[in-house]
Each structure stands twice: as C-alpha cells, then as structure tokens.
C-alpha cells in the first residue's frame, strides 16, 4: 500500500498510526473495561480489513492490461457511431445511456425476464402471460407479488451472469445520468458493490426529485419501478394505463435528457409498442439538431418498425453485438482518459472510508457510540471481503 497518513491522536489516548499499515493502539489506563475491549475489536476487525484491502491492490496491479485496441478500417458499423461525436458529448456530460431488459440472458441466449414470467403463468392458473404484448393478464400484480419480489432480490442477480457483466463494462463510461426500464436494480448493484458515488431513484408512483448529476455523482432512473425493492413494475396493461395518467419524472432528469446530444440504447426491443410509446413520454418525437441516438444489438426489429422509429424518434440502429459496441466504446473512452478504473476507485474509497472510521474511534470513549461505529465497520468490511473474493473467482 502507497497511501500514509499522519498519527491521529485524541482524547481516549488512543493512536492509529499508518491506517493502511499496522494499527497501533495505546490505551490509557483509566479507560473502562467494555470501552478497552470495544476498542481493542475494533483495532483487530481494521487491521483485519486493511490486509484484506492489501491483497486487493496486489491483484489489481497483477492484472492483465488491455492490448492495445486498432480501430476497425472501412467498418460501416464502426463509423455509423461517430465516436469524435460521442465523446465529446460524454466530455460534456451531454451523452444519456438507456438499459433495457434484453441484455440478461441465460446460457441458452433466451431473456431471463421473459423465462420467469413464463414460469409464472405455468404457477398460477388465474393468470396469463401475453408473449406478444409483454404483460399479465388482469389483476396478476397481487397474485405474482411475492414471487416477483424473491426472485429480482434473491435470484436473479445470481442468474444475471451475461447481464451484468455488460453492466459492469458499461459502469466505467462516465454518463451521468442512466435510464433503465429493467425491473432489475442490477445496475444500481454494480454501483454499489464498485462503491460509485451515485444516486438511485425508481418510479413509485409518487413525485420524486433527483441531485443535479455531474460524471463524478451520476444518477440511475428505473423508469418503470424496481421490483427487486417492493416487487412493484409495470406488468399489466392497466398498470401502464395508470402510470400514463400519473408519471412524473424528476425535473433534472428530465432537463438531462432534453439538453443531452447524445442517447445510447442498449437492451431495447422496439417490437414492443410500449416500448415505442415509451419514447412519446420522454419526448423524443421533438427532433433536435444535432442530436444522434442509436440503438445497439441485433437487427431484429421489423422493417416497418425500424422505418417509424426512424422518422418518428430519428433513432438509428446499429447492428451489432452489445459486446462488440462496448469493447469499442472502452477502448475509445480509455483514449480520451474519461475510463473509471472500478478497481483503483474501489481501493481509494474503501481506503478513505477505513481512515475516516478510524479517526472516529479515536475520538469516542463512549459505548453506545462505539457499537454504532463497530456496525459501520461491518456494512464497510461486508462490502471489502465481498469484492475480495469477486476478484478472486
């Protein structure tokens, strides 16, 4: 570990030296004995998470580094995507990314959202899954509840190996704002388990405002709900009928989008009419000079669909794989310096974190205090050992 810092002493007579080197700590003699022993499991769990912090960095700088990346002569895909354009727009914080549901797949490439409301249908007799309309039957929202909210909290981020993996490429791009329609909160996971500053608002069906969104603090938007938080999405058509008549969209997002240049879909399938109606609501039938908004993936969108989107939405679609698209954008944004290094903010910040806590042990002699700190430890210590072994696997 590079990082020093200097003796921090207070009135407990207590002194860590070098947080991310040994923790040394003197007790004064008058200390009470649960204040003593509090402290000193303390020391034992810090020194603990800093050796285990120690482990990651030597990992990280152990890493492979990336072979250096040619651009692709006379790829009409490639260049359809005017990367001098998109960068610029996410120097500028001028570039929104949109997540749909379609890149979490299973091994078989079939959608896993898709698989379980399938299995739903099969569970429970009083209700039907429409395929070609994406909703339940009637009424299904209280019936499917429970189950919804097992599966997006418990199992599906076990299942979503493809999906998030995606996630995690594209959480190093800094756009500052991200809209996902997913019934997921698998990207506000990455967030979370990469310790990246953000925000993270889901439809409620109450009026929400959101933090002005810079590339160091960006928000995420779960457009339809978070199933994964109450079991709560739009999954029947009266649901959408309902969220039409109601949604409110928190002003700043909807001032990102509107001055934003640039829009990225990834995961969308714009077969889906409400998908399609989706773009009324946020207001891309208004064409913008300048502006260019493409949609990833596979072309499998019918031709007179593609040609409405088209014209309506001035939407562009590139065909190709989301993998593909992301190696490029990576390597393109590495380029211009704008890449986050997941791995090293994760380090800095847990290093921040281990000394902001240690100076606060310092401080306290009293019990009760101590034992809310030692439970701060802990959520920290969680998130340490639980990226520790991720990067091991």
């Not at 651009?71 to 260049?79: F, L, M, N, R, W």
Request: charged share 25%; aromatic share 10%.
């Amino acid at each position: 570990m590079t990082l020093n810092t200097s003796n921090i002493s207070g009135n407990s007579n207590i002194v860590l030296q070098d947080i991310i080197g040994n923790i040394i700590i003197n007790m004064s003699p008058d200390l009470p004995v649960e204040v003593r022993q509090q402290k000193e499991q303390m020391k034992a769990k810090l020194s603990e998470l800093v050796e285990t912090i120690a482990i990651i960095e030597g990992k990280i700088k152990t890493a492979q580094k990336p072979e250096p990346f040619n651009p692709p002569e006379g790829d009409a895909t490639y260049d359809a995507i005017r990367w001098r354009r998109l960068l610029q727009a996410l120097d500028h914080q001028g570039c929104v990314l949109f997540i749909g549901p379609e890149i979490s797949v299973n091994s078989l490439g079939k959608s896993l959202h898709h698989e379980f409301y399938l299995d739903l249908a099969k569970d429970f007799s009083e209700i039907e899954y429409l395929e070609n309309e994406g909703y339940f039957s009637p009424e299904s929202d209280e019936i499917i509840l429970y189950d919804v909210l097992d599966f997006y909290s418990k199992d599906f981020p076990k299942k979503n190996v493809t999906g998030r993996k995606i996630l995690e490429q594209l959480a190093q791009v800094p756009f500052s704002l991200i809209i996902s329609i997913c019934p997921d909160d698998a990207i506000h996971r990455v967030f979370e388990d990469y310790d990246i500053n953000h925000q993270f608002l889901a439809y409620n069906g109450t009026k929400q405002e959101a933090e002005p969104m810079t590339r160091e603090k960006p928000v995420i938007y779960n457009i339809l709900g978070n199933a994964a938080s109450n079991g709560r999405y739009i999954f029947t058509h009266e649901n959408f009928y309902n969220y039409l008549n109601k949604v409110f969209i928190p002003s700043e997002i909807k001032k990102k989008i509107q001055d934003a240049t640039h829009y990225v879909f990834i995961g969308f399938d714009f077969n889906k009419w409400y998908n399609r109606l989706l773009l009324f609501i946020l207001e891309f039938e208004q064409k913008k000079s300048g502006a260019h908004r493409m949609t990833i993936g596979h072309k499998d969108v019918k031709e007179d669909i593609e040609k409405f989107i088209a014209k309506q939405f001035n939407i562009t679609f590139i065909d190709n794989d989301y993998n593909k698209f992301i190696e490029w954008l990576i390597h393109n944004v590495n380029e211009e310096g704008l890449l986050r290094n997941l791995n090293e903010d994760f380090v800095k910040n847990s290093i921040l974190k281990l000394t902001s806590v240690s100076a606060n042990v310092v401080t306290e002699n009293n019990l009760d205090e101590l034992r809310k700190i030692e439970t701060q430890v802990g959520v920290i210590g969680k998130r340490i050992i639980n990226f520790n072994n991720k990067i091991t696997t």
